[in-house]
C-alpha cells in the first residue's frame, strides 16, 4: 500500500489533497485502490477527492470486488449510497459471484443489506441466505470461547 492508500483509508482529507497530486491513478492491476479503503471506511469526502482526481469509482481488484462491495463490507450505508448514484452497480459480482448486497449479508452489514434491497440490490436467494447463515454461525463459534 501506498501513502495514498493509507490516508484514505483513515480519512484524511489534506494528506489525500497532497498525496493525489503525486499519486496518479494506478493500473486496475494491483490489489486494491485507495477508493476500496476509503469506502469500506465510508470516507465519503475522500472517496470524492479520489474520483475527481481519476480514480475509477468502479474499479475492480484482483477478487472482482469494486469499491461498491467494500463499502458492504464495511457496513457503510452512506459510501454505499454515494457509489450507487454515482455508478455503483448495485447487482455487480465478484469473482465468487457475489453482489454488495450478498456481501452485506455476509459480514452482517443490516443497515447496508436493507438499504441495498430497497434500492436495486436484489434479494439473496435462499440458498445463499443459508450459506451465509452456516458461515456466520461458524464465526461466532470461533468466537466463542470453549466451543
Known amino acids: 500500500m501506498t501513502a495514498l492508500h493509507y490516508a484514505a ?7 489525500v489533497a497532497i498525496l ?13 485502490t485507495p ?9 465519503v ?16 481488484n484482483r477478487a472482482g470486488a469494486t469499491p461498491l462491495h467494500w463499502a458492504a463490507m464495511g457496513g457503510s450505508v452512506v459510501a454505499a449510497e454515494w457509489l450507487v448514484q454515482r455508478c455503483g452497480n448495485p447487482l455487480v459480482k465478484d469473482n465468487l459471484g457475489r453482489t454488495p448486497l450478498d ?9 447496508v ?26 464465526n ?3 468466537a466463542t470461547p470453549g466451543s
Not at 493525489?20 to 493500473?27: A, C, D, E, K, T
Not at 469526502?45 to 475492480?60: I, N, R, S
Not at 456481501?103 to 443497515?111: K, M, R
Not at 438499504?115 to 441466505?129: A, H, I, M, P, Y
Open 35 to 43: 477508493l476500496h479503503l476509503a469506502s469500506r471506511s465510508g470516507r
Open 20 to 32: 493525489i497530486r503525486v499519486i496518479p491513478p494506478f493500473p486496475l492491476d494491483i490489489k486494491n
Open 140 to 142: 461466532v463459534c470461533l
Open 9 to 15: 483509508q483513515e480519512g484524511h482529507q489534506q494528506c
Open 103 to 111: 456481501i452485506a449479508v455476509l459480514f452482517g452489514c443490516h443497515e
Open 45 to 60: 469526502e475522500v472517496m470524492k477527492q479520489l474520483a475527481d482526481a481519476g480514480w475509477p469509482l468502479t474499479a475492480v
Open 113 to 138: 443489506e436493507t438499504w441495498l434491497t430497497k434500492n436495486g440490490g436484489s434479494v439473496v436467494r435462499r440458498e445463499d441466505q443459508y450459506r451465509m447463515m452456516v458461515v456466520r454461525l461458524y
